[in-house]
T-cell receptor, first 114, second 116 residues
Framework: DTGVSQDPRHKITKRGQNVTFRCDPI?????LYWYRQTLGQGPEFLTYFQNEAQLEKSRLLSDRFSAERPKGSFSTLEIQRTEQGDSAMYLC????????????FGPGTRLLVL | AQKITQTQPGMFVQEKEAVTLDCTYDTSDPSYGLFWYKQPSSGEMIFLIYQGSYDQQNATEGRYSLNFQKARKSANLVISASQLGDSAMYFCAMREGQGGSYIPTFGRGTSLIVHP
C-alpha cells in the first residue's frame, strides 16, 4: 500500500494559463475526492468519483474547473485560464467505500498563480 | 450555520502533558460520522480517529481518544502525553448520512504547538 500520490507537488503558473494536476489513489479504493484548501481554512470539497463516475460536481468552483477519472484509477483536475484567486493547496483523497468511509489524503499540490 | 465549529485557533501544551482540542457539530441527521485529521506543515492530511454516531463507546487510537458527547454535539480530541511531533494543525470533520453522500465538512482547524 503506497498511499495516495499527487503530482506535481508544487506548481507556479502565470495568470491565464491552464494547469492540470494528477492524483493516484490507493489501489483498492473506488472513491476519489478533490478538495481545495486556502490559508487558514479547512479543506473545501470540490468533486468526487466512484470508480469512473463523477457523482458530485456542483461544488466545482467555476466552469474553469473540471475533473476526470477515465478508467476508474487515477484522476486529473484541470483549471483553465487560471486566476490569482486559484492559488491554494489542492488535495486529493481516496476511500474504500465502506460504511465508515475514512478518506486518506495525498500530500497535495500547491498552486501559485502569478 | 457552521456544521463544524472549532473555537480554538491555537493551543499550546507542554511536552508529555495531555491536551484537548474542541469540536462541536450541527446536524439533524441521526446517522453521521466524525473524524479528526492532523496536518503537519508539510501539508498532508493524516487520519487520526473516527467516531460513528451510533457507537456506544468513545473511540481510541493509541494516544488519541475522542470524547464524544452526543447530546451536547461535541467531539473533542484528547491527545495524551504530547510529543514535539504533535505540533500541527488539527481538523475536525463530519460526514452526514449513510450511503449516497460521502462528502465531509471540515472545521477551520486548531493549531497545536507542543513546547519542550
Amino acid at each position: 500500500d503506497t498511499g495516495v500520490s499527487q503530482d506535481p507537488r508544487h506548481k507556479i503558473t502565470k495568470r491565464g494559463q491552464n494547469v492540470t494536476f494528477r492524483c493516484d489513489p490507493i489501489s483498492e479504493h473506488n472513491r476519489l475526492y478533490w478538495y481545495r484548501q486556502t490559508l487558514g481554512q479547512g479543506p473545501e470539497f470540490l468533486t468526487y468519483f466512484q470508480n469512473e463516475a463523477q457523482l458530485e460536481k456542483s461544488r466545482l468552483l467555476s466552469d474553469r474547473f473540471s475533473a476526470e477519472r477515465p478508467k476508474g484509477s487515477f484522476s486529473t483536475l484541470e483549471i483553465q485560464r487560471t486566476e490569482q484567486g486559484d492559488s491554494a493547496m489542492y488535495l486529493c483523497a481516496s476511500s474504500s467505500g465502506t460504511a465508515v468511509e475514512t478518506q486518506y489524503f495525498g500530500p497535495g499540490t500547491r498552486l501559485l498563480v502569478l | 450555520a457552521q456544521k463544524i465549529t472549532q473555537t480554538q485557533p491555537g493551543m499550546f501544551v507542554q511536552e508529555k502533558e495531555a491536551v484537548t482540542l474542541d469540536c462541536t457539530y450541527d446536524t439533524s441527521d441521526p446517522s453521521y460520522g466524525l473524524f479528526w485529521y492532523k496536518q503537519p506543515s508539510s501539508g498532508e492530511m493524516i487520519f487520526l480517529i473516527y467516531q460513528g454516531s451510533y457507537d456506544q463507546q468513545n473511540a481510541t487510537e493509541g494516544r488519541y481518544s475522542l470524547n464524544f458527547q452526543k447530546a451536547r454535539k461535541s467531539a473533542n480530541l484528547v491527545i495524551s502525553a504530547s510529543q514535539l511531533g504533535d505540533s500541527a494543525m488539527y481538523f475536525c470533520a463530519m460526514r452526514e448520512g449513510q450511503g449516497g453522500s460521502y462528502i465531509p465538512t471540515f472545521g477551520r482547524g486548531t493549531s497545536l504547538i507542543v513546547h519542550p
